[in-house]
């Protein structure tokens, strides 16, 4: 594809190949063993996401000034996406065989995430490298290599269809309007 000097795409994706029904299979037994401490592990994600790149706090109005942990893990805020995290995400491997109400699922989290909360779409690709990280280190028997490597492909398709839906709004990144 031609460029002009000095213009940068953004966050380029390639959309990951289709789920295989194995692959299925192993995200929805590891996902049943994450789900039963659902709260714990959304709360452990947004920390680590927090704690290791805190400019992602910025959107999030009462905690993007506390640096605190304890502080962090006590935010309503923090706790409530959390839940919509780890609510959206059950949501998907409940329907990994549907694949019109996974779109429709991620069209609605691209469409706030985009047009209500302005999040840059790499935040989401930031995010999907903790989750896996996190649910490496604390299901490590349930997150084998060949579990992990099924997840990094339905995070793969999350992002791709987050950015995609970002692409057909018309989200520009806010730096991209001053110059
Ligand atoms: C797997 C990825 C994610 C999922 C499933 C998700 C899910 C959600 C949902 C369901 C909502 C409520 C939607 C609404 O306002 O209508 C929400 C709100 C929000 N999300 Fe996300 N989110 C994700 C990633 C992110 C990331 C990476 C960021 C920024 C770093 C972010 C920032 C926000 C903010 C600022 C709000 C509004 C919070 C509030 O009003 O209290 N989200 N998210």
Request: glycine fraction near 6%; proline fraction near 4%.
């Amino acid at each position: 594809m031609e460029r002009k000097q000095g213009e940068v795409d953004h966050l380029e994706l390639e959309r990951p190949s289709p789920l295989t029904d194995k692959e299925r299979v192993m995200i929805q037994d590891s996902w049943a063993k994450v789900f039963q401490n659902c709260e714990d592990v959304g709360v452990a994600i947004l920390i680590r996401l927090f704690v290791n790149f805190p400019i992602s706090k910025q959107y999030f109005s009462q905690f993007k000034h506390i640096e605190d942990v304890r502080e962090l893990e006590q935010s309503s805020q923090l706790r409530k996406h959390a839940h919509r995290v780890m609510g959206a995400i059950n949501t998907l491997v409940e329907n990994l065989d549907n694949a019109e109400k996974v779109a429709s699922v991620l069209k609605l989290v691209g469409k706030a995430h985009a047009l209500k909360h302005n999040v840059d779409p790499m935040y989401f690709k930031i995010l999907s490298g903790v989750i896996l990280e996190v649910l490496g280190e604390e299901y490590p028997e349930v997150v084998t290599p060949e579990v992990g490597t099924a997840w990094t492909k339905l995070l793969a398709t999350l992002c791709y269809s987050v950015k995609a839906i970002y692409d057909e709004v018309g989200w520009t990144p806010p730096s991209a309007s001053t110059g």
